[in-house]
């Protein structure tokens, strides 16, 4: 089994700042690739930005130049760094990874992020 936690949200202006960041435990070695989605309240959760299989990285349309996912100095460990938060941005936000032999998904708890001045 994969435990993620997310930290790092909050509420912020719009144009302000948030680093979320995502801690996996556990049985990491099944992990394949990690990714971040979010829920606004009456829509369905969204990929916003995640890692392929090959290494590279993916965004929403909606984030692009925005947002930047990172991974940690350990395996582990993935950020997603936002900027220019808008409030179309207030979701809650959460940490999905992959299983790579069965493809399993693991989520996080999520995190609220709120963009209102």
């Known amino acids: 089994q994969v435990q993620l936690v997310e930290s790092g949200g909050g509420l912020v202006q719009p144009g302000g700042s948030l680093r979320l960041s995502c801690a996996a435990s556990?049985?990491?070695?099944?992990?394949?690739?990690m990714g971040w989605y979010r829920q606004a309240p009456g829509k369905q959760r969204e990929l916003v930005a995640g890692?392929?299989?090959?290494?590279?990285?993916d965004y929403a349309d909606s984030v692009k130049g925005r947002f930047t996912i990172a991974r940690g100095n350990t395996v582990n460990t993935v950020y997603l760094q936002m900027n220019s938060l808008k409030p179309a941005d207030t979701a809650v936000y959460y940490c999905r990874a992959t299983d790579r032999t069965s493809g399993q998904i693991y989520w996080g708890q999520g995190t609220q992020v709120t963009v209102s001045s």
């Open positions: 556990g049985s990491i070695f099944r992990i394949n690739v």
């Open positions: 890692f392929t299989s090959g290494g590279m990285t």
